[in-house]
DNA sequence: GTCTATAGCGGGATAGAC
DNA sequence: GTCTATCCCGCTATAGAC
């Protein structure tokens, strides 16, 4: 009862401290000793309120996961005109990974590493629904000469590789360039309009 | 003398199999046990022949880093007239990566995790020579009319987004859509055409 | 509810016999 | 060159004192 306050406080900051340190070095480069001294705590209360290491990695993905899922899912089924709806699209992912640039690498590593779990949250949000969806309002778009004949299934993968792969080539990019994350993610606002463009024309009939 | 041929054999043996298990858990999840025993020796053979785990992935990942490079860099400074070029630098992608899908999620994975190395690799290749190149030769497209007007950055980083990220979202989308890694690479040979002529009606004047 | 202490495992590296 | 035996380290997990 006294400690409750308290106790709530050490959950929450061993969470925002692991989020904070899987996002940075992955799961396998983070230990719970990191964890823990981070957190200004030790290893027993970690088990304590997770379980294990998995178990607290768990939580913090499927958070990460539905944070950038969300919000794609409800553009997508929108009913707006069909190119103001791909440049919200495209705008949703600006927004969301100009804050977060580490989500994408997050998940691909972490997917790798263990795809079945993907698998069991995409299960959840029945992800099916939507992309039947948007796959139909492709099509209608389509029929009334909006957009020319395309593949649906392609066309969303072509989408989405230029929406997310910018974020992931995030470390390399700036290596190269020598610039700071910073100057590339400003970079990406110019070259986000520049997609949006770039998909207009190509599907223009 | 009498050993050459098989101390050469052995030396091999490791690196083949090293380069297998690294391309397929990366580099945390793979332990000098585990190559040890699938190139049928042991622990101290590895540390005799390559000094260190470190130091045998620093050569497979130097050997996997070029096989791409070199490829790609060639393409992109012939003269071929431009939509022919864009074709092929997109094919070269899927004949190398059809054939070694694991690399960009490969590099993308130890990249994050030892930034300098690739910075030093690059340095060593002096890619400003081919990024300057290609960027005139972009630049002369648009005067020509071949093309329309376009940043060459930007539109190098869309081809790029295109052309890599349906091979880094292998695992995820064989979890979603339910089939083999087999299924999805073929169905990536029609991926390939569609984007091609996507790129070309993006940039068409 | 908190923390110390430690069990138990798997990792990389190496000394030293052959 | 080869291999066994072993060292030493860091990890996760948990038992048990407070």
Redesign the interface.
Known sequence: MFNEQNTIEVRDRILSNARELFVKN?Y??TSIRDIATASDTNVAMINYYFGSKYNLFGQIFEEAFNFLAEKIFLTLTSDRPFFELMDIWIESYYEILSEYPQIP?FL??E???N??R??QM?KEKD?YRIYTTIKKRIRNEVENGVI?ET?P???L??V???G???F??T???T??LDISQEEYIN?LQ??KK??SE??K????P
Chains 1, 2 share one sequence.
């Open positions: 992955g396998n480069g690498n691909l590593n997917v790798n590493m795809p079945e993907l698998v995409l992800p020319k593949s299934d392609y066309f993968l072509s989405l590789s230029l997310v792969f910018p992931i080539f470390n390399i990019a290596a190269i970079m110019e070259h520049y997609i770039f998909i024309n190509a599907l223009k």
